[in-house]
Each structure stands twice: as C-alpha cells, then as structure tokens.
C-alpha cells in the first residue's frame, strides 16, 4: 500500500460539483485509505491547453508537478484531468528535459479514481449497493485515453443489488468537449441527445459516468428533456449505500 | 496546343520536381526502429488440402460458383456443360499455354459455341468492339489465394485484360497447383524473376457496389458473375 | 473545386436537419464501422497487423525522398512518364494539354479524391472537354453537381428518386425507378459506351511501390480497371505520399486498407500496374503518365508535426467513428477531405485562416487515433493546429488570437500558479457565471437543450476545510 496519497479535485468538481468530491472522501474512507488535500492545488490547465495556448499551459503544468510530485499517488475523479497530467505534460516539456522527466515521473503516478480502486488498491468491491439496472457511458478520455474502461464496470458489478446492462454506442463522445459545448451548441447538443436516447433504449434505471464534463452536459440534458433520468459520478455510485438515490 | 506552351510546361515540370525533392530532402528527419515483428500467418503452415478448401469457401462466400474438375478431359466436359447450360454463344478466351492446350474449340462437339481469340482480331476496333459484346470471358489464372479467396492474373500477350473485365460473365480456370496462401506466394509464382507484367489483376468476387442508399449488387461494371472452375491437374 | 469550408457551422445545422442524411449517418455509418471491426479480426493478430502497418507508413514517409526518387526511376525504366506537379495548376495544365495535344474527344474518371482536390474537372468543362465520373456515387454527385458526402460512398445519402429523376433527365434512363439495381444498371448501360470508345482515362492511386515503379488501385465496381485497361491514354494522378518501399508492404497496406475501408479482405479488384501494355499487348494504354502531385505536401512535411498526416491511406475508418461527422455529414467539411482526415488535411493545404471551424470543432474524443491503421494521432495534430492559429503562424496562415482570448488566458497562467488568487478568481468567475442572463451567449449555447448547473453555496475546497 503506498503510504502517501493526494486528491487531485477537478475545478467543475470544486466550484460545481462538490458533493463528488464529498463521495470520493467516503468511499476512500470506507476502503482505509488516508488521502490529503494538497490546498496549493488549482488546475490541470486542460482548458487552455485544449483552445491551443501551449505557453499558459506549462504554468499549469509546473504549478501541478510542484505542489503534487512529492506524493506516491495521486487520485483525481476526472479522466481527463488524470490523462492531461499523465499523456500531456510530458509532450509539453519537448524542449526542456529537466521538466519534462518530472513530467515523467508523475504521469506514472497519477490514477483516476475507479483506476486507482481496481490496479492499486486492488479493490472490487467498495461495499456499495444499489438496486436496479445501471448503464456506464464509457468517457472518451478514461476508454480511449488512459485505458481505463474495465475497473469501472467491474466497480459497479460488485455492488449489491446491481445489473449492469449494456449502453448502446457506449463508448461513442457525448458532444461535451468542455468549450466544444458551447462553440457548437447544435452539433454538441446532438450529440448528447443520441446519448440520453442510448440509455433510454438501455432499460436502465441510471446511468453512470467517470467524467464530472459528461456527468455535466448528460445530466443538465436529461434534467430539461427526460426529468427523472438520473446520471451518478462512479464515486458518487460507489458512495450509494441501500438506497436508490445515493445524493 | 502550341508546341510553346508545351515546353514551357515541360521547364516548370523540370523546376518543380527540383522544389518538390529539394523540400523533402532537406526537412529535419525523424528515423524509426524497424517494423515489428509479426506472427506468421498461419496459412503458410496449411497443408495444400485445406488451403483449397480455405479458398472454395472464400470464393464461394464471395459469391462465386465454383465447379470442380479433374484432368483435361473432364475440364473441357464441365466448361462445355456450363457454357451450354447458359446457353452462350460467343465467349472470348485467353490465350496462354494452359487454355491452348485445353483446345477447348476442336473438342467443342456437344454445344455451338464460339471460342473467339484475342489475336483472331484485327485491330483495336474489332477486339474491344468484341469483347464489349461476347456473352463470357474464359481465362486461366496464373495463381489463386486461399487467404481471401483471390485469383491473379498477369497480363501479357497471352493474358488480355478485357476478358476478364467488359463480359458480363468471368469464366476463370484455376488449377490447384498454383493455390497459394497469400498474395506474397503468388508474386513469387507469377512472377520468379521479379519481372513485373504490365498488370498484374487480383479478383475478389464478382463486380460490386453498394454507392445508392447503401444497398449491395453484383455486374456494377465488370462481371455480374464469377465461375470457377477448378481443376487438379 | 470551391472552397466553403467558411459555411461549416450553417451547413451542418442544414444536414442535422436534412432527415436523408440523418438516416445514412445513423444507420450506414456504425455498420460500416462494425463491418470494419469485423474484418479486422480475419487478421491472425489484429493488433500487430495494425502496428505493422503504422510502422510502414511511419517509415514510408520519413524516407519520402528517397522512395519517390526511386519510384520515378522505376516506373520511367519500365515505360511511364513521370510530371511533378508543384500545385493543382500545374497538374490540371498537364492533363488539359494532353488531352488537346491528342485531340481527346472526353475523358472518363475512375473515383479519385485527389482530382476532386485539383478541381480538375472544372478545369476541363472550360476547355470543352467533357469528362464522365464511372463510379456509380461519384457519376451520380457529378450529375447531380454536389460534392461528396463520404470518402466511400460519396452519393450514399441521395434518396433514389432524386437520382431517378436526374438519370432520365442527363443518363439516358428511360423511365422511373426507385430500385437501386436499376438505377445502377442504368449507369452501367451508360457509362459501358464510354468505356468502349474511351481514349483516355484519368485513375487516383492508392499506393505507389518504390522498388518496382508501380501504381496500386483498389476498388469494387471495375471503373479503375476500365480507365486502366480500355484507354489508349492512361493518367494516374498520386499525391506525393502514396509511397510504400516495396511489394510486400504495399501488400499489407493493401489488406489494412480493404479491410478497414469496407471491411472486406480485398475489394473485387486490386490492379499493380507497372510502366504501359508492352508491346504485343491487345489492351492496356500505349501512354501511362504518372503525376507526383505535391499541392502544399511538401511544405506539410517540412513540419515535423504536421508530417505524420501524410501518413494517411484514405481509408476511411476515422470519418466512421467520429461523433461529429455522425451527426453532420461530410458537406460541412467544404472541400476534398471529410471526417478527422479533413479536420486536419483541408486546413494544412488551405490554410488556418479559412479552415477555423475544421479544427475547432472536435471534442478530442480519439475515437478516430484508435482506430488509424496508419498510425495518425489526430486530436494532437488539432490541437497544434490550434496552437498555429492562436500564434499567427505565417506558413499555416493562422489568424492570430484575439485581446479577449489572451488577457483570458495569461490571467489564468498567472492565477494557476498562486493558489489563493485562483480560488478568488475561480469562486468569483462561477458566480458571475451563474448571474448571466439567459441571453447571453454562452448560457444560451449551453441551455439549448440543457438546464443551467446551479452555483453549490460552498466549493469542495471549502467543504474539505471547514467540514
């Protein structure tokens, strides 16, 4: 067991969503796992990277490193967060080898949170239970970009009660795309309405994703088109105990 | 089209393959390892039995008929029974070593079919204007492919390309002794030394497209139908 | 062919809305995709055959010099005439005056993406020479003058009956039909005349072998084998990557592209071609007359980050799976090159300055990079493209960022690196956020078809500290 492991909280998490961070508190707790919250922490820079501002992208990046590479692990309940420090800082640092072997390094570090459940801690099952039919949407960054698509599957088969059924297209983009969203509304809302219609098609009665971005655009979504439909976060899932609704 | 402006083309033509490789050649290089390794395939290790029938299932998935045979005699006796049976009456043939040994129009007693030979014609004229209009094309195939269900053919003076292309119907002969597992085997028999044809044709089933609303049909331009007949020989 | 990569956004709404494209991209495009999947598994290691593939194309054109050298050395030893053309002008002066210098009464066309990028027909409709697309989509768009929906099936989105209507009225079919074997006979009767008189014949090129000097196509219908074989004048245009080193890769690329293309093994016909008929012959064109086609290549090479684009074989599979083109369809792309390609390959032969929307409109979902068989990391090349833009690159021809933009962005640098100025900033940015108006531009995107998140009274900063 590493003896030193940090939360990495996303900014939508922080300012949005705090009850996801809430979650992932709980079901840490409940597993034995001592976390810290490194308060120097800010942001991945995700936003700037991804509008093409490589420059202001590197002060995110070296603020990061600084305030998180002392730790053994670092957790974050985003795969995009997880995979803009582990795939893309190193590409930043092309022209600086000092960063970017701190780059490196890190990125062997950094888990996103059902990862790090299932490959470090090697857990199956977090003692969670919810009873119904449950669809996961595989997110573009956790499925394509780290990988990560079994641990949460197998997360939410170990809950009690719990049918995991099959999400048509599930591993196809939900048009969210952070600033995409609302440069293409049109395309991006399109998007997102073939997803909800997937898990209507699904028969389940939630859905759950591991991106707080999907979880937001899926789920202000079905709040204004099919109310009643409910998106969890995977930590927000996992935190559910005997209940239906585990806000 | 002035002989001038011709030249003058023919100068820009010089300059900008010299600008083209110029740019190319002195960009920053990046050197890649070597290719990795891959498993072989594991045709190579079939033995020549199974890679047959590996091949008739392929062909026939594709859409192919395929009609087997044995021996010359009973080659000519099957080609005839087809020919007969779809009641063709012209069918233009290749000309290499195997089809003219099979003289296939002196055997020709039991039907009223026309074998007509590319070199029978005179002139570009006569020969696409009978090729564009023969019910069939009858050709040998210099090697078929287990893998994919694939026959080859090597144009050359023997081996016209048409035959196997403008008739609505493809008749090809392949004997088993030039079935092969994969296209890499058959660029070594059709071409040993190296020596590439003109063309060298791989067909996979018959002429297909699927370009309105997605829905699938044979004979686009080429063959509608693809026949097969293979002979041990 | 015109550029209107500018009306992106108009004409994607236009499509989303279009119920004859929406059928094609939600029914045609997951089963070309599974198809594809498919077909990948008749590989005997799927995964190495892929890398295997990748590392041809890596090679292929990090050596690009060098094999094109060896390509037109070749192919000029075994007969074919060779013309490096640096741009689409001096390709389309080529054809143009070989078809006057031959008194060519029309030419024929086997599907090809590259002269849609010349704008050669055009070209040739000025100089009165008529010109006959022979693959079924690309004969049907030509009549119809639309441009291609998709790399394989261009016409796939056109209902039947409109198709019927424009046979009767420029293909010489009789009466109405909506079936679509009938309408394709139809071409077939149509297009087999010009097969028989054709004198020349213009093909693409799928790949082109270096040690041999030969030129590859690939196709199902047997147009490409009709402008190859039936001509006396054959012109096969190759933009100046198409290169493989040698047979046996060109005979693996081919089974990476058929089988991710349309998930086929080989299509119907696969056609080396190596230097004109020899002599003897009965068919095949007495000229074959090769085109380098660089058109900007170069200079997209020049970039050791926008050269892995040319690594690309036109197959298709990243314009399947992208979520985007699921929901648009290829006209919005404006020109050649549609899908994840064409994000990235209209604006580097374009420039950034027209292409915006190409590269900006993408979530970087990587779906497309996962599938690539010729190792292309598209969502990269976007971001560096805009990262180009943002920087006003000169070759590119990037716009540059606006005061808006980089005051955003450097006070965002600055705050990310003093934690207290960014949870200020942060907690009073969400704030404002939350105070916008419905008619504000970025509520309103945002609540098309959404509710508007609700500001939590405390951040998770706050909760972890005072729980």
Same mark, same amino acid.
């Given at each position: 067991?590493?003896?030193?492991?940090?939360?990495?909280?996303?900014?939508?998490?922080?300012?949005?969503?705090?009850?996801?961070?809430?979650?992932?508190?709980?079901?840490?707790?409940?597993?034995?796992?001592?976390?810290?919250?490194?308060?120097?922490?800010?942001?991945?820079?995700?936003?700037?990277?991804?509008?093409?501002?490589?420059?202001?992208?590197?002060?995110?990046?070296?603020?990061?490193?600084?305030?998180?590479?002392?730790?053994?692990?670092?957790?974050?309940?985003?795969?995009?967060?997880?995979?803009?420090?582990?795939?893309?800082?190193?590409?930043?640092?092309?022209?600086?080898?000092?960063?970017?072997?701190?780059?490196?390094?890190?990125?062997?570090?950094?888990?996103?949170?059902?990862?790090?459940?299932?490959?470090?801690?090697?857990?199956?099952?977090?003692?969670?239970?919810?009873?119904?039919?449950?669809?996961?949407?595989?997110?573009?960054?956790?499925?394509?970009?780290?990988?990560?698509?079994?641990?949460?599957?197998?997360?939410?088969?170990?809950?009690?009660?719990?049918?995991?059924?099959?999400?048509?297209?599930?591993?196809?983009?939900?048009?969210?795309?952070?600033?995409?969203?609302?440069?293409?509304?049109?395309?991006?809302?399109?998007?997102?309405?073939?997803?909800?219609?997937?898990?209507?098609?699904?028969?389940?009665?939630?859905?759950?994703?591991?991106?707080?971005?999907?979880?937001?655009?899926?789920?202000?979504?079905?709040?204004?088109?099919?109310?009643?439909?409910?998106?969890?976060?995977?930590?927000?899932?996992?935190?559910?105990?005997?209940?239906?609704?585990?806000? | 089209?002035?002989?001038?402006?011709?030249?003058?083309?023919?100068?820009?033509?010089?300059?900008?393959?010299?600008?083209?490789?110029?740019?190319?050649?002195?960009?920053?290089?990046?050197?890649?390892?070597?290719?990795?390794?891959?498993?072989?395939?594991?045709?190579?290790?079939?033995?020549?039995?199974?890679?047959?029938?590996?091949?008739?299932?392929?062909?026939?998935?594709?859409?192919?008929?395929?009609?087997?045979?044995?021996?010359?005699?009973?080659?000519?006796?099957?080609?005839?029974?087809?020919?007969?049976?779809?009641?063709?009456?012209?069918?233009?043939?290749?000309?290499?070593?195997?089809?003219?040994?099979?003289?296939?129009?002196?055997?020709?007693?039991?039907?009223?079919?026309?074998?007509?030979?590319?070199?029978?014609?005179?002139?570009?004229?006569?020969?696409?204007?009978?090729?564009?209009?023969?019910?069939?094309?009858?050709?040998?195939?210099?090697?078929?492919?287990?893998?994919?269900?694939?026959?080859?053919?090597?144009?050359?003076?023997?081996?016209?390309?048409?035959?196997?292309?403008?008739?609505?119907?493809?008749?090809?002969?392949?004997?088993?002794?030039?079935?092969?597992?994969?296209?890499?085997?058959?660029?070594?028999?059709?071409?040993?030394?190296?020596?590439?044809?003109?063309?060298?044709?791989?067909?996979?089933?018959?002429?297909?497209?699927?370009?309105?609303?997605?829905?699938?049909?044979?004979?686009?331009?080429?063959?509608?139908?693809?026949?097969?007949?293979?002979?041990?020989? | 062919?015109?550029?209107?990569?500018?009306?992106?956004?108009?004409?994607?709404?236009?499509?989303?809305?279009?119920?004859?494209?929406?059928?094609?991209?939600?029914?045609?495009?997951?089963?070309?995709?599974?198809?594809?999947?498919?077909?990948?598994?008749?590989?005997?290691?799927?995964?190495?055959?892929?890398?295997?593939?990748?590392?041809?194309?890596?090679?292929?054109?990090?050596?690009?010099?060098?094999?094109?050298?060896?390509?037109?050395?070749?192919?000029?030893?075994?007969?074919?005439?060779?013309?490096?053309?640096?741009?689409?002008?001096?390709?389309?002066?080529?054809?143009?005056?070989?078809?006057?210098?031959?008194?060519?009464?029309?030419?024929?066309?086997?599907?090809?993406?590259?002269?849609?990028?010349?704008?050669?027909?055009?070209?040739?409709?000025?100089?009165?020479?008529?010109?006959?697309?022979?693959?079924?989509?690309?004969?049907?768009?030509?009549?119809?003058?639309?441009?291609?929906?998709?790399?394989?099936?261009?016409?796939?989105?056109?209902?039947?009956?409109?198709?019927?209507?424009?046979?009767?009225?420029?293909?010489?079919?009789?009466?109405?039909?909506?079936?679509?074997?009938?309408?394709?006979?139809?071409?077939?009767?149509?297009?087999?005349?010009?097969?028989?008189?054709?004198?020349?014949?213009?093909?693409?090129?799928?790949?082109?072998?270096?040690?041999?000097?030969?030129?590859?196509?690939?196709?199902?219908?047997?147009?490409?084998?009709?402008?190859?074989?039936?001509?006396?004048?054959?012109?096969?245009?190759?933009?100046?990557? =198409?290169?493989?080193?040698? #047979?046996?890769?060109? /005979?693996?690329? *081919? +089974?990476? %592209?058929?089988?991710?293309? $349309?998930?086929? &093994?080989?299509?119907?016909?696969?056609?080396?071609?190596?230097?004109?008929?020899?002599?003897?012959?009965?068919?095949?064109?007495?000229?074959?007359?090769?085109?380098?086609?660089?058109?900007?290549?170069?200079?997209?090479?020049?970039?050791?980050?926008?050269?892995?684009?040319?690594?690309?074989?036109?197959?298709?599979?990243?314009?399947?799976?992208?979520?985007?083109?699921?929901?648009?369809?290829?006209?919005?792309?404006?020109?050649?090159?549609?899908?994840?390609?064409? =994000?990235?390959?209209?604006? #580097?032969?374009?420039? /950034?300055?027209? *292409? +915006?929307? %190409?590269?900006?409109?993408? $979530?970087?979902? &990587?779906?497309?990079?996962?599938?690539?068989?010729?190792?292309?990391?598209?969502?990269?090349?976007?971001?560096?493209?805009?990262?180009?833009?943002?920087?006003?690159?000169?070759?590119?021809?990037?716009?540059?960022?606006?005061?808006?933009?980089?005051?955003?962005?450097?006070?965002?640098?600055?705050?990310?690196?003093?934690?207290?100025?960014?949870?200020?900033?942060?907690?009073?940015?969400?704030?404002?956020?939350?105070?916008?108006?419905?008619?504000?531009?970025?509520?309103?995107?945002?609540?098309?078809?959404?509710?508007?998140?609700?500001?939590?009274?405390?951040?998770?900063?706050?909760?972890?500290?005072?729980?």
């Amino acid at each position: 067991m590493m003896n030193k492991t940090a939360l990495f909280i996303p900014c939508s998490v922080n300012l949005l969503l705090p009850w996801i961070g809430e979650a992932v508190d709980r079901v840490l707790k409940r597993l034995d796992v001592v976390s810290v919250y490194p308060d120097r922490q800010t942001c991945c820079g995700q936003m700037v990277y991804n509008k093409g501002f490589f420059n202001e992208a590197r002060s995110f990046a070296t603020h990061f490193l600084d305030v998180f590479e002392s730790f053994d692990a670092v957790v974050c309940p985003s795969g995009s967060c997880t995979a803009m420090v582990k795939h893309r800082y190193p590409s930043l640092f092309d022209d600086d080898p000092k960063m970017k072997q701190r780059a490196l390094d890190m990125a062997g570090r950094v888990f996103e949170f059902s990862q790090y459940l299932v490959d470090v801690l090697g857990v199956t099952d977090t003692g969670a239970s919810f009873s119904g039919k449950v669809a996961y949407h595989d997110s573009c960054h956790l499925s394509r970009d780290l990988g990560v698509s079994l641990q949460p599957r197998t997360l939410i088969r170990a809950a009690q009660g719990t049918e995991l059924v099959v999400l048509n297209n599930g591993d196809q983009c939900c048009g969210f795309g952070g600033e995409f969203s609302v440069s293409y509304p049109d395309i991006s809302t399109a998007m997102v309405s073939a997803k909800a219609q997937s898990y209507l098609d699904s028969g389940a009665d939630l859905l759950v994703v591991g991106e707080p971005g999907c979880l937001l655009n899926i789920g202000t979504y079905l709040e204004k088109n099919h109310p009643g439909k409910q998106v969890l976060h995977i930590a927000e899932f996992l935190d559910c105990q005997g209940g239906e609704n585990g806000r | 089209m002035t002989v001038h402006h011709h030249d003058h083309v023919e100068k820009a033509m010089s300059d900008s393959r010299q600008t083209i490789l110029g740019r190319l050649k002195t960009a920053e290089r990046i050197l890649h390892p070597d290719y990795p390794a891959m498993p072989p395939s594991p045709f190579l290790s079939m033995n020549h039995k199974d890679m047959v029938e590996i091949l008739v299932r392929n062909l026939t998935e594709q859409g192919a008929e395929v009609h087997r045979a044995e021996g010359h005699e009973n080659l000519r006796q099957t080609i005839d029974r087809v020919i007969a049976d779809q009641g063709f009456s012209r069918i233009m043939v290749s000309e290499d070593p195997f089809m003219e040994n099979l003289k296939l129009e002196s055997h020709a007693e039991n039907h009223c079919a026309e074998f007509i030979k590319p070199s029978d014609l005179e002139g570009n004229e006569q020969y696409k204007g009978t090729v564009f209009s023969v019910d069939a094309g009858l050709t040998t195939v210099d090697a078929a492919v287990a893998e994919s269900g694939t026959l080859v053919i090597a144009h050359n003076k023997t081996q016209s390309r048409l035959i196997s292309l403008a008739p609505l119907v493809h008749l090809a002969v392949v004997r088993t002794g030039t079935v092969v597992p994969v296209y890499e085997k058959a660029l070594d028999l059709v071409i040993p030394n190296g020596g590439l044809p003109s063309q060298l044709t791989f067909i996979t089933g018959p002429s297909m497209t699927a370009d309105i609303m997605a829905t699938p049909f044979r004979g686009m331009h080429g063959p509608r139908r693809l026949v097969v007949f293979l002979v041990d020989t | 062919m015109d550029v209107k990569t500018q009306s992106y956004v108009t004409e994607a709404k236009k499509e989303m809305a279009s119920p004859a494209s929406r059928t094609f991209l939600d029914f045609f495009l997951p089963v070309l995709s599974a198809v594809r999947e498919i077909g990948m598994t008749s590989f005997p290691d799927p995964a190495a055959a892929v890398e295997r593939a990748r590392a041809i194309r890596r090679s292929s054109v990090d050596r690009l010099g060098e094999l094109l050298e060896t390509f037109e050395r070749n192919a000029v030893k075994a007969g074919a005439r060779v013309f490096w053309a640096e741009n689409a002008h001096e390709a389309n002066i080529y054809i143009r005056d070989l078809v006057n210098r031959h008194r060519i009464p029309y030419v024929t066309k086997g599907k090809s993406m590259i002269t849609e990028e010349l704008g050669l027909n055009e070209v040739l409709k000025k100089n009165q020479t008529p010109v006959y697309e022979t693959d079924l989509g690309e004969f049907i768009i030509q009549l119809l003058e639309k441009p291609p929906f998709h790399i394989i099936g261009p016409a796939i989105n056109i209902p039947t009956d409109e198709i019927s209507r424009v046979f009767m009225e420029k293909a010489g079919m009789d009466s109405a039909s909506t079936d679509p074997v009938v309408l394709g006979q139809a071409a077939r009767n149509f297009l087999r005349d010009k097969f028989r008189h054709m004198r020349l014949g213009i093909t693409g090129v799928n790949m082109a072998v270096a040690e041999t000097g030969s030129i590859l196509n690939v196709e199902n219908e047997g147009n490409i084998r009709f402008n190859k074989s039936a001509p006396g004048i054959q012109v096969s245009v190759m933009s100046l990557e =198409k290169i493989v080193p040698n #047979l046996d890769d060109a /005979l693996h690329m *081919t +089974r990476m %592209l058929c089988r991710n293309g $349309t998930g086929q &093994k080989l299509t119907s016909y696969v056609t080396l071609d190596t230097g004109p008929r020899k002599q003897g012959e009965k068919d095949g064109p007495e000229e074959l007359h090769i085109i380098i086609l660089d058109n900007g290549r170069s200079r997209i090479y020049d970039d050791i980050k926008t050269r892995e684009v040319l690594q690309c074989i036109r197959c298709g599979a990243c314009i399947n799976v992208c979520p985007v083109f699921r929901q648009i369809g290829g006209y919005p792309y404006g020109w050649a090159y549609t899908g994840p390609i064409g =994000k990235l390959l209209n604006p #580097l032969l374009l420039g /950034l300055d027209r *292409t +915006r929307d %190409l590269y900006g409109a993408c $979530t970087l979902c &990587k779906a497309c990079k996962t599938v690539c068989p010729a190792g292309i990391d598209h969502p990269s090349m976007i971001l560096y493209l805009r990262n180009k833009n943002l920087a006003a690159d000169p070759v590119l021809q990037g716009e540059g960022s606006t005061f808006a933009e980089r005051l955003m962005s450097k006070t965002a640098a600055f705050a990310a690196t003093r934690p207290r100025t960014w949870n200020t900033a942060a907690r009073l940015g969400s704030f404002l956020a939350s105070k916008l108006g419905p008619c504000h531009p970025l509520v309103s995107a945002w609540t098309l078809k959404r509710t508007f998140p609700s500001l939590p009274p405390k951040t998770y900063r706050d909760l972890r500290k005072h729980p």
